[in-house]
Antibody, heavy 121, light 109 residues
Framework: QVQLQESGPGLVKPSQTLSLTCTVSGGSISSGSYYWSWIRQPAGKGLEWIGRIYTSGSTNYNPSLKSRVTISVDTSKNQFSLKLSSVTAADTAVYYC?????????????WGQGTLVTVSS | SYVLTQPPSVSVAPGKTARITCGGNNIGSKSVHWYQQKPGQAPVLVIYYDSDRPSGIPERFSGSNSGNTATLTISRVEAGDEADYYC????????????FGGGTKLTVL
């Protein structure tokens, strides 16, 4: 059973960089063909896809966030990470990591429990 | 950019059928996935590739997709089905961006 767990600071100051890590257990992040995504949800609002990284290391980002987002993978630690720069209060949200199959148009079949990140001075 | 439109809320009596729609331009040409999210929990996949059910999801959950509308149908609704539901597609015309609908709050009366 694959499990995903987000970790990182719960509080980030405005203009700084938000950094989160998703640790994958129950399977190797580099085996099979999967996309590993970050998704966020402001309190009381809907889901917003941030971006994804493929097993090979290729990435796709939400155009609305692309200039501020970097997603990377560390296969030795079975982790992938999110960096979001120049954060503002609008970036306050619960951040989820999730897995999607490598096929065209695949669904998110496994999700982390989510971690709340607050942007405040 | 591709937009998915869901009704903010749907209400249904226990035992009845709930239908939650997801509108998008020619959405019938895309694969639609549906997620259930209860308060304080991560989303859970309930329908994938328009109409397939993951293991463990009751047969009461079904999906369809044609034209400009995809629909999640929940038959014999139970109190435990009360949750937010989100549809999701991939927009291959926009750097393969993931797109979620705005979500629908299902209330069981």
């Amino acid at each position: 059973q694959v499990q995903l767990q987000e970790s990182g600071p719960g509080l980030v100051k405005p203009s700084q960089t938000l950094s989160l890590t998703c640790t994958v257990s129950g399977g190797s992040i580099s085996s099979g063909s999967y996309y590993w995504s970050w998704i966020r949800q402001p309190a009381g609002k809907g889901l917003e896809w941030i971006g994804r990284i493929y097993t090979s290391g290729s990435t796709n980002y939400n155009p609305s966030l692309k200039s501020r987002v970097t997603i990377s993978v560390d296969t030795s630690k079975n982790q992938f990470s999110l960096k979001l720069s120049s954060v503002t209060a609008a970036d306050t949200a619960v951040y989820y990591c999730a897995r999607a199959g490598g096929g065209s148009g695949s669904s998110f079949d496994y999700w982390g429990q989510g971690t709340l990140v607050t942007v405040s001075s | 950019s591709y937009v998915l439109t869901q009704p903010p809320s749907v209400s249904v009596a226990p035992g009845k059928t709930a239908r939650i729609t997801c509108g998008g331009n020619n959405i019938g040409s895309k694969s639609v996935h549906w997620y259930q999210q209860k308060p304080g929990q991560a989303p859970v996949l309930v329908i994938y590739y328009d109409s397939d059910r993951p293991s463990g999801i009751p047969e009461r959950f079904s999906g369809s997709n044609s034209g400009n509308t995809a629909t999640l149908t929940i038959s014999r609704v139970e109190a435990g089905d009360e949750a937010d539901y989100y549809c999701q597609v991939w927009d291959s015309s926009s750097d393969h961006r993931g797109v979620f609908g705005g979500g629908t709050k299902l209330t069981v009366l």
